[in-house]
C-alpha cells in the first residue's frame, strides 16, 4: 500500500455516502465549472489551466485526469511542457515572493518596525 494509489477514487463512495448533500453540490459544480455549456474558454485551455493548478498543488490524481483530459482535448506535448514550466515558474515566484515576508518577519525579530503594521 502507498499513499498515492491509481485506485484509491473508488474511496469517493465513501464521501458521497457521509456527505451526500455536498458531494452532489460539489461535484455538480466541478462539472459547471469544467464543462459547462456557456463555457467561452476551449476545453483544452481549461485542463492546461487545470493541470497547471494540479502540479502546483502536487496532486497526483487530478495530474493524471488532467494530463488526459488535456490530451483528449488535443494539447501537443509542446503545450504540456510549456504548461509544467509555467506552473514551475508560479510556485517558484510564489516562494520567492513570500520570501519578502520572512525578511519582514527577521527585521522584525531584529527590533525593526514592519511598514503599514
Partial sequence: M???EH????YAKHIRAGAPAAFKAFTA???EVMRGDDKVIP???TELMALA???TT???YC???HTGAAHSAGATQQELAETIMIAAALRAGGSYAHGF???KFFDHAEGGEIPGG
Fill in 101 to 103: 515576508m520572512a525578511m
Fill in 7 to 10: 485506485t484509491d477514487h473508488h
Fill in 58 to 60: 502536487q496532486c497526483p
Fill in 63 to 65: 495530474i493524471e485526469a
Fill in 53 to 55: 493548478v494540479a502540479l
Fill in 43 to 45: 476545453r483544452k485551455y
Fill in 2 to 4: 502507498s499513499y498515492h
Fill in 29 to 31: 459544480w466541478d462539472a
